[in-house]
């Protein structure tokens, strides 16, 4: 297979990352089937079906029907990542119930198994970007040598580029070190006026506290805990989280309104200079 532009397989450090990264990337998405693709589609729902010991068989019609439904509400999605998806869910490796009801295979079935494998590739694919992200960022920041101000301009090219790329797909900022922001922002490109301070912290403290809240869970879940210190490192990590969030918001924003060629293409050596 070959290896498409922007392709994130290179960051992959197990199986079941790599299987996830190999249907999602270089396949052709449902949305650009064809009526033989569609063949094909049906056939691996009857398949899906088989593997699940459901006896009453849906009519060829009902299948076309299920892959109508599918093609319509995950265009996104290619035919090799249902197939994984399928046997993630009979491994019982995706986070749902995977019983059908009534033992019948329906719209309502399978909606529930690729609604649940959706969360389980974006979770492996924020893994992957985000060790891609740390990787190029510590090159990036790394002091075994100092690179010149034309590969600094390139590396922050890189930087946004990507961090724009995942935006485009996933609708979301990662820029965890927050690099991206601040040079948007040192060079003036990033403009934030009072309207904008408020909506990225109210913005913030939204997404920080549903963050928190789901780790806290984790860790309540795992073992006992000083109830008092974990309300003062909460106080803390929230600040934190409100304050990264928020610089998410901003970056977020202008990306829905910039051309991303124009943007890198304005991104001048001279910005890199020392007393930049």
């Known amino acids: ?39 094909s589609l049906v056939e691996v729902l009857g398949m ?21 439904f599918v093609q319509q509400n995950y265009p996104m999605i290619t035919l090799e990542e249902i197939r994984l998806a399928v046997n993630l869910s009979m491994l019982s490796q995706l986070d749902v119930d995977n019983k059908t009801y009534y033992d019948t ?3 309502a079935y399978v909606t529930r198994i690729l609604n649940a494998y959706l969360e389980y590739r974006k979770k492996v694919i924020n893994d992957v970007l985000e060790r891609k992200e740390i990787t190029e960022q510590k090159l990036l920041l ?13 590396d922050m090219v890189d930087i946004i580029q990507m961090e724009y790329d995942h935006f485009k797909q996933h609708d979301e900022i990662k820029d965890s070190m927050g690099i991206v922001y601040k040079f948007l922002y ?16 109210e913005y913030g403290r939204k997404h920080a506290r549903a ?11 795992l073992m006992e805990i000083d109830v008092e210190m974990m309300s003062k490192e909460r106080k803390t ?40």
């Open 237 to 276: 990590k929230l600040e934190n989280l409100t304050k990264q969030h928020a610089r998410k918001f901003c970056v977020k924003k202008l990306f829905y309104s910039i051309n991303i060629s124009e943007l890198v293409a304005s991104i001048k050596e001279e910005e890199f200079s020392e007393k930049k």
């Open 211 to 221: 963050s928190l809240d789901e780790q806290t869970k984790s860790i309540k879940e």
């Open 48 to 68: 899906w079906r088989i593997y699940l010991g459901v006896s009453k068989e849906p009519t060829a019609e009902e299948f076309v029907i299920i892959a109508q």
């Open 186 to 201: 040192r060079t003036k490109r990033l403009k934030i006026d009072q309207t904008d301070i408020d909506a990225a912290l």
């Open 142 to 154: 790394s002091v075994s040598s100092t690179p010149s101000i034309t590969e600094m301009r390139q």
């Open 105 to 107: 295979f329906s719209v």
């Open 1 to 39: 297979m070959t290896k498409q532009k922007n392709s994130i397989s290179g960051w992959v450090t197990s199986k079941d990352e790599n299987d996830v990264i190999v249907a999602l990337e270089n396949n052709k998405k449902l949305q650009h089937f064809d009526n033989n693709d569609m063949s």
